[in-house]
């Protein structure tokens, strides 16, 4: 499918205005060229574009909200300049399987000067020597090279770094919601164990209660046959007593 189709598709009934999110993963572009995106997705924050084809950036819109630039598994091999005229609030920059080979290829990312993260793995500019050490003096607001920091700490995880943003500019994030919802899970799982538990301790007191009963009424019928025989008892002796009168 084209990237301008695409594109088209993912708005959804929606105006590029109103997009935050885009993801065109694995469409293709005519000539290698951004195609489909234009200077009205100003609100777009979060871009995807894996395996599409890019040799080149220089169509790409202004997008001055956008944050993170998924552009994995294309065959751009540098002209980077255009990120930092075009998307000046990049913290994400992902070109793993490209064709970065040198270091001055990675130059013009500079100018990004929020640029926390970058990936470049499987590109051939990862098997010069001292690689990281050399990103890192060139970009010195990178953080976290290939998913590591200069002292071998695996960086966050991107999503969850995303929901801590959410929670400190809104005051309740998506994870917030989620937690409550499987503890709502976990209390309605909690509240039918006991109920069931509180069930089945009713029906064996009840039970236990019919035992009781039955107990006590057979020791009733025992104790009026007792007092009977007993009755029966007396009265022969009676009898014998007149006998012997006689």
Request: charged share 45%.
């Amino acid at each position: 499918m084209e990237m301008k189709k695409r594109i088209s598709l993912e708005l959804r009934n929606r105006t590029p205005a109103e997009v935050e999110e885009l993801v065109v993963d694995n469409c293709r572009t005519s000539d290698g060229e951004v195609e489909g995106l234009t200077d009205d997705f100003k609100e777009l924050e979060f871009l995807s574009m894996v395996n599409v084809g890019l040799t080149s950036l220089a169509k790409l819109p202004s997008l001055p909200k956008l944050r993170k630039l998924e552009l994995s598994d294309n065959n751009i091999s540098g002209h980077l300049e255009t990120l930092s005229e075009k998307c000046p609030n990049l913290t994400y920059l992902n070109l793993s399987g490209n064709k970065i080979k040198e270091l001055n290829n990675v130059e013009a990312l500079q100018n990004l000067k929020n640029l926390k993260s970058l990936d470049l793995f499987n590109c051939e500019i990862t098997t010069l020597e001292e690689y990281r050490e050399s990103i890192f003096e060139l970009l010195p607001q990178v953080t976290y090279l290939d998913g590591f920091d200069q002292e071998d700490n695996e960086a966050p995880d991107s999503e969850a770094d995303d929901d801590d943003d959410d929670e400190g500019e809104d005051g309740a994030g998506p994870t917030g919601d989620y937690e409550d919802e499987d503890e709502d899970e976990e209390g309605s799982e909690g509240g039918e164990v006991g109920l069931s538990y509180l069930m089945k301790e009713k029906i064996q007191d009840e039970e236990d209660d019919d035992d009781y009963a039955e107990e006590e009424e057979e020791e009733e019928k025992a104790g009026v046959k007792g007092e009977k025989r007993k009755r029966d008892a007396e009265d022969e002796g009676e009898d014998d007593d007149d006998d012997d009168d006689d």
